[in-house]
């Protein structure tokens, strides 16, 4: 059973940055992805990006590739998701996940069983 907490959240203005943490209770595999997911409110949760927690390999959704960055630190069992360039579009909660999948499956909300309680991710413009 791994259980996840996110931190980082916050207001910031257009154009700032924030940085998400996402600290998992107990050892993440290797064999495990972590993905980062977002909902706005009247909106389907959506996939923002995701990371092979053993390979790095990571993905994004294409409205945030160039402007965010998902890494991982294996000793700290600690996942991140650099925002930089935000935009007003950006606000939503955003959510932390992981399991035992690989790509295409990470992009799905539904594939994902452990998640965090989500961190309110606020731009103003």
């Known amino acids: 059973q791994v259980q996840l907490v996110e931190s980082g959240g916050g207001l910031v203005q257009a154009g700032g940055s924030l940085r998400l943490s996402c600290a998992a209770s107990?050892?993440?595999?290797?064999?495990?992805?972590m993905g980062w997911f977002r909902q706005a409110p009247g909106s389907d949760r959506e996939f923002v990006a995701a990371i092979i927690w053993g390979s790095g390999d990571t993905y994004y959704a294409d409205s945030v590739k160039d402007r965010f960055t998902i890494s991982r630190d294996n000793a700290k069992n600690t996942g991140y998701l650099q925002m930089n360039s935000l935009k007003p579009e950006d606000t939503a909660v955003y959510y932390c996940?992981?399991?035992?999948?690989?790509?295409?499956?990470?992009?799905?909300?539904?594939?994902?069983?452990?998640w965090g309680q989500g961190t309110q991710v606020t731009v103003s413009s």
């Open positions: 996940a992981t399991d035992a999948i690989s790509y295409p499956f990470i992009l799905i909300v539904s594939e994902y069983d452990y």
């Open positions: 107990g050892r993440i595999s290797s064999s495990y992805a």
